[in-house]
């Protein structure tokens, strides 16, 4: 029986060698652009909102009966900071890609301040290759899923560096396919007849690459993205290898373009040009979403394909190209993309994971972005693995287990010592929170002040607690404190002074 | 010992999963954009010409000594027909992708003409998809390879159709990787300085997709895109999976651009500045070939890979742009690209085959690009499949594993019913040619004339002798006549008439 024994090893080192796939799942990154909490007809809310009846998203709420709903799921107020989480697993303010990046090298895209300077921040981004200035140097979560066998594809918007830094290439991390994917934050066209803005002569540096087969059609960017996803899921597929597809919308951020496909019903309804304009936007991503769902299901693999839904912040808030009356766009939420208010961080985001998520259920466990990445590692079963970095997420994968699970007391910090637009209120510039429980403070460095809510029954951030709660402030200040200074997270400096401005604890004393 | 049966079963079935893969053997295609014939130090005629000693080409000299040179592997004489040719295994004449494609849909490329119009030829390229207009439908290469289970890889140049149809992106032609292939057919510019031409609003059509990590750096494009090619073997390799990469470089083709790293040499030795420059740019060229058979060694894959050097077309012999004196750029060969004269069509050709291939050796036997198709997939052990063509190309298998094999009965046909520039010399328009053992016919349609050449003792192409040897000149016309209506061949018009051109055994009456 020496030579049966002898075979059992061969066949169980057979199994182990790569391209011997397991059953382990396809996971797929189903990533939003500038999509607001309240930007679909899937109720993230507790009551149904006149937003929520704005928009028609059938296959969002498909997802949600199919999966878990997530009503405390954030992100960062702005893209990049949000995106490079989400690929390091760390904190903003750890990895100190504070403010989206600009498509070119060392240029801050911090608007001017009277008062204050940002710091140095990482204007050049993520890298997976050390050494190179103002950048975190970081292991990328899919670089984690090529080694452990996973097929894994970027389709649309990367930003997660400028054009002269490696992190602006998908293929430097970790993405073994990538379509369209470079520097840029935002297309300078979604439409097919003007090549997505490449038209020689009037080119910006936002014309979308690697589309050229759909110049001069009419298919909307969102639509060529999601059929360059479903081909590029057939190799693995067909090699039985499990895959990790990014699919990263350029939808729905500006410049907000009619998908005339879906236009005349919300002009019928009475939306306003702009806004039914946006409600298109919305729409045409929902049915990439649903085309993929249909695309797995016929290729039989639906039952083993995790899906996450997810959005890179706010919904845009600012009237002048959103439209509306300004900050009103995330109600009940208060002000929007930016913002350290909820209107700028909460997300809309469902899970669905056959097998594992009890369909229909909802989860209020407060969550970010960061969090994605030790989550699917375990996904993955990717167990062991070593990062450059040190990691702040926290896999939520009990909570897909178990919707019920709870932990309120984890702090949620987000850090923003950067400026985005010449707007100074509604703490869209210098400005830092955190969460525990249902309790959140904000710093508003600019104005040297904090303010407390209880989200619990103040979900729009409407009665700062602060002073009535003196000791809550504190305790909360404390940690944000405590953990900044861990992090060594970067604070702006008082033009004034040349100082740095206070830690949050400081201006309580 | 039943279960020992089965086990047994099991085992081979486990071997023959996709993923469990074989030793098959890795492929890598390297292609050059319009190299001559004499454009490197590796002599590919009987002698070391100038041209030879003008060049340095070390790397290209070791895969000739590690491998078999082909002193008669020919080419179409324009760019975009040979390289659907290479992805369909067809002859351009059946394909009917007879010019080079525009970067734009539906524009045809003839040069004007005052005799003739161009037939109305398949100026929409190659795809993989039924009725798109003015394409031929076929099944590509790299998807026969991806089916059987092949990484498959493009990388630089693609130009297989123009923008606005599926066949201008590699994704569609079975490519699992497409790094800087796109529609167009030469770089804006060669330079990282110049983003290789992404510069908003001095954007052309031929800016080079994919590439931003280098922008504006000092990296040459061939050499980002030797990087680019090195980063995307490494999954299959981690993953011990076959590969196939068409690693095209946009080199050597216009815009002559100096590779600064090795330009002072040639200016040294005497070449004037235009000269020097692309000799700079074959350098560079050589050099990505050596970085590659490095790479291959590193990873101690070299024994087991497979390397075709190739050049799409004869080099670029208008004094014009080229410099010098016209048409004497690959002496001791007749005229350059866009000529049916050797110069136009000759290429240098190498193939390195470990195990397979006796290291050194020359082969003297005639072979055209199409003949790619069919030996690649005899090399990567695919022997059933089915295509949407019928195959014209013939595999050479038995050449590489005996350099003596020869068949001199064989015809190569070309087929030009097209005008490529002003120039109405040197068989640079409107002309079919045909190649049987040395014999070689020339049909000049525009001067409704045959010239014939005796290849084994005028290389050159100097001494006609259809006059001489008439019955040979039928012979010829008659199997090039046979063979182009077999293919339904198309024809110019005559602008006079209204009529296409005689066949070629028609002008003999």
Not at 405 to 423: E, F, G, Q, V
Request: aromatic share 10%; charged share 20%.
């Amino acid at each position: 029986m020496k030579i049966f024994k002898k075979l059992l090893v061969l066949l169980a080192m057979l199994c182990f060698i790569p391209g011997a796939y397991s059953q382990r799942p396809n996971i797929i990154v189903f990533m939003v652009d500038d999509m607001g909490w309240q930007d679909c007809s899937v109720p993230f809310g507790k009551d149904v909102t006149p937003l929520n009846r704005k928009f028609r998203t059938p296959n969002m709420e498909k997802l949600s009966n199919e999966g878990m709903k997530f009503t405390n799921a954030y992100a960062c107020s702005v893209c990049t900071p949000s995106r490079v989480s989400l690929l390091t697993g760390m904190n903003a303010a750890h990895h100190r890609v504070t403010n989206w990046t600009s498509p070119v090298m060392n240029d801050a895209t911090d608007a001017e301040d009277a008062l204050f300077t940002s710091p140095f921040w990482n204007i050049n981004g993520l890298s997976p290759i050390k050494d190179i200035p103002n950048t975190v140097y970081a292991t990328p979560l899919p670089e984690l899923l090529k080694d452990a066998g996973y097929f894994t594809i970027h389709v649309g918007k990367a930003h997660w560096g400028p054009a002269g830094t490696p992190g602006s290439n998908p293929y430097n991390l970790g993405f073994m396919v990538n379509i369209a994917g470079n520097a840029i934050g935002h297309p300078q066209s979604y439409l097919g007849t003007d090549n997505y803005g490449n038209i020689p002569k009037k080119t910006t540096a936002n014309s979308v690459p690697d589309l050229s087969e759909y110049y001069g059609s009419e298919t909307f960017l969102t639509e060529a993205l999601t059929k360059e996803a479903i081909k590029a899921m057939d190799a693995p597929i067909r090699n039985n290898q499990p895959f990790f597809l990014h699919l990263a919308h350029y939808a729905v951020h500006t410049p907000i373009m009619a998908d005339k496909r879906f236009l005349q019903k919300y002009l019928d309804a009475g939306l306003d040009t702009l806004d039914a304009k946006y409600a298109t936007l919305i729409e045409g991503m929902d049915k990439s979403l649903g085309d993929i769902m249909k695309f797995l299901k016929t290729k039989g693999i639906d039952k083993n394909t995790i899906i996450i839904f997810m959005s890179d912040n706010g919904g845009l808030s600012l009237s002048s190209i959103r439209g509306g009356t300004k900050h009103t766009q995330n109600l009940p939420l208060r002000a929007g993309k930016g913002s350290l208010y909820e209107g700028g961080i909460r997300e809309p985001m469902l899970v669905k994971w056959p097998g594992v998520v009890k369909p229909g259920t909802i989860s209020d466990q407060y969550l970010q972005i960061q969090d994605f990445y030790p989550t699917i590692l375990e996904m993955a079963g990717v167990k062991k693995h070593t990062t450059h970095q040190t990691l702040d997420g926290k896999s939520f994968v009990n909570v897909l287990k178990n919707h019920k699970a709870s932990d309120t007391t984890r702090a949620l910090i987000w850090h923003y010592p950067n400026k985005w637009t010449n707007d100074t209120t509604e703490a869209l510039c210098f400005v830092s929170a955190i969460r525990i429980g249902n309790w959140k403070l904000l710093y508003l460095m600019r104005e040297a002040r904090m303010e407390l809510y209880d989200l619990g029954n103040d979900i729009g951030e409407k009665n700062d607690l602060s002073v009535q709660f003196p000791a809550k402030t504190r305790e909360l200040a404390t940690v944000l404190t405590k953990q900044l200074k861990e992090w060594n997270a970067q604070m702006p400096i008082v033009k004034k002074t040349g100082k740095t401005v206070p830690w949050p604890d400081e201006i309580l004393r």
